[in-house]
């Protein structure tokens, strides 16, 4: 249970209703499908932008993300991240890159994330985020060898610039953590006389629910169990399920399971203090498995040292 605001943070709680009107607006969510990560829990601001700042330092985070390999035009996804705390830790800035290949479709953006960050009376931290940005989307339809000669849905390509908003909500103490956002406010397309149609999304909005615990089992072993819960429309719901160990804080192993899609392998090794590396690969549980030797993901994050670095847990498991 979220703990009471103390009475000098009661005049933010407008701000949360608005946060949290916007992501519980609707349980009902659009089939198209944001960008999947096995590392989430590793740079949630990619799933949440009240994210932005937790880790009470100026971190620096890539991710590249090749799916499906062996399957002509699969998924490429790459992501860099910047996020840090500012004004005595109450606010959360955040800054990202990414782009996304699919198929013909190529899509490459820049979102902002504000975190506005309450500390409670139980030295956790209630965060309220908000995250803005554009991107550019591109398919070349005209590359594509259509059954029907002269198709007029693919004789011309499509590109233009459009907005992106999300929301969210994230709590998190040094042993815990839990959050939901909505990382798509607004339906968005691009329509063959090169205008963008954009609206908000209502009705299709995506929704996910994240949360997570550190468990010391002794001076040298640490679990980090966490979960992922996605809830799309014409889908059941997907649960990723984790599980992580750190021995001596310097290695980690873990697993996942996501439903009804695939098994996941992870490790990271915590170089130095600031850098540490991941890796993840995932195995298909579908018919895809007959086609493709899996996905592989690497990440990669730096974090500034300074002051305050020796107030963070290190390394920070979340």
């Known amino acids: 249970m979220v703990p009471i605001l103390q009475k000098r943070n009661r ?13 519980f607006s609707s349980v009902k969510t659009n089939a198209q499908q944001s960008p999947m990560y096995a590392q989430y829990m590793f740079n ?19 991710l590249s993300r090749n799916q499906w390999v062996g399957i002509r035009n699969a998924p490429k996804t790459t992501t860099l991240s910047m996020d840090m705390p500012v004004n005595n830790e109450r ?11 699919l198929g013909v479709e190529r899509t490459t953006g820049f979102n902002f994330s504000y975190a ?29 060898n259509t059954r029907q000669a002269g198709d007029p849905v693919f004789a011309q390509d499509l590109s233009g610039i459009l907005p992106a908003a999300a929301a969210g909500v994230f709590y998190n103490s040094d042993n815990f953590y839990a959050g939901i956002s909505t990382p798509a406010l607004l339906k968005t397309k691009i329509r063959y006389d090169a ?26 072993v640490v679990l980090k169990p966490s979960t992922l819960i996605k809830i799309a429309s014409g889908a059941p719901v997907q649960f990723d399920l984790n599980l992580n160990a750190w021995f001596h804080d310097i290695i980690s192993v873990g697993a996942s399971y996501r439903t009804g899609d ?32 899996g996905t592989h993901e690497l990440m990669l994050r730096f974090e500034l040292g300074g002051g305050n670095q020796s107030k963070a847990v290190s390394p920070r498991y979340f």
């Open 116 to 144: 506005f960050r309450i500390r409670m009376s139980d030295a956790g931290t209630l965060s309220l985020g908000l995250q803005g940005g554009v991107l550019n989307y591109r398919a070349n339809y005209t590359t594509l």
């Open 44 to 62: 949630m601001m990619n799933i949440n932008p009240a994210y932005a700042g937790s880790r009470g330092t100026t971190t620096f985070t890539g």
């Open 262 to 293: 695939a098994y996941v392998g992870m490790a990271e090794l915590q170089l130095t203090k600031q850098f540490r590396m991941g890796y993840a690969y995932e195995h298909p549980m579908t018919d895809l498995r007959s086609y493709s030797s």
């Open 91 to 101: 606010i959360g800035l955040g800054f990202q890159l990414y782009d996304d290949k």
């Open 11 to 23: 005049p933010v709680l407008q701000v949360a209703m608005i946060v949290l009107v916007l992501v």
């Open 195 to 220: 205008q963008a149609d954009v609206t908000y999304a209502g009705q299709d909005l995506q929704l996910y629910t994240t949360a997570g615990f550190v468990a010391r089992l002794n001076d040298n």
